[in-house]
């Protein structure tokens, strides 16, 4: 049996994926395992690594994933130019009126 090394605790199921996702583009071989968070009822997701010797090569991938969603984080809002409606920096899109901004 191999063993699985935890990797990444993600806030849901689609950010695992994303992770895993950004994981196997580079080469390493990693896993999402679900369950459900006792005190919120809510699914929350785990990445493990399905190979040991991959675990560096993971952990530089995830300090870059890291970097980048902080960075976008810290952007302010953006104000849509034809509904005023504000939205996150890295939309492209007004979320309520799909102007581009």
Not at 12 to 40: C, I, K, W
Not at 54 to 62: C, K, N, S
Not at 65 to 80: H, L, N
Request: charged share 30%; net charge negative.
């Amino acid at each position: 049996m191999s063993q699985r090394i935890l990797l990444y605790k993600a806030y849901d199921y689609v950010e695992a994926r994303l992770v895993v996702n950004e994981l196997e583009l580079a080469g390493v071989a990693a896993e999402v395992h679900r369950y459900s968070d006792p005190e919120t009822g809510w699914i929350k997701a785990d990445v493990y690594a399905s190979r040991p010797s991959q675990l560096e090569a993971a952990q530089r991938v995830l300090a870059a994933y890291r970097t980048r969603r902080e960075s976008k984080a810290e952007r302010p809002d953006v104000a849509c130019g034809h509904c005023g409606e504000q939205n996150p920096a890295n939309f492209e899109l007004c979320w309520s009126c799909r102007a581009d901004l």
